[in-house]
Nanobody, 125 residues
Framework: VQLQASGGGLVQAGGSLRLSCAAS????????MGWFRQAPGKERESVAV????????YYADSVKGRFTISRDNNKNTAYLQMNSLKPEDTAVYYC???????????????????WGQGTQVTVSS
């Protein structure tokens, strides 16, 4: 499966963006998937993870209450709604699917694969 993230851009602090992750090549409806981000000079970190059915969402503490992960398996697409954005949310955002078994849900980037090109999110203060 190939994944492509889109929807990034430049936004002021307090603003919102909705990222999309489109899958191609095959359906990803049986895979848990996650959103991750990497800021310059920092390691890639987990942002949010969701199971194959759209349940059991996990959020990093830094985004809890502001970001919402969802998916539409009929469209082979996942989303990350980002509200109340902060300058520290600035990063390249990636989506990926969980390797191997889909349960239990994993959150570490090393447990995910099929990384596609990310999308840049820049939040100005």
């Amino acid at each position: 499966v190939q994944l492509q993230a889109s929807g990034g851009g430049l936004v002021q602090a307090g603003g919102s963006l909705r990222l999309s992750c489109a899958a191609s090549g095959r359906s990803f409806s049986t895979n848990a998937m996650g959103w991750f981000r990497q800021a310059p000079g920092k390691e890639r970190e987990s942002v949010a993870v969701i199971d194959w059915s759209g349940g059991y969402p996990y959020y990093a503490d830094s985004v809890k209450g502001r970001f919402t992960i969802s998916r539409d398996n009929n469209k082979n697409t996942a989303y990350l709604q980002m509200n109340s954005l902060k300058p520290e949310d600035t990063a390249v955002y990636y989506c990926a699917i969980q390797n191997g078994r889909n349960w239990p849900l994993k959150t570490a980037p090393t447990d995910f694969g099929s990384w596609g090109q990310g999308t840049q999110v820049t939040v100005s203060s």
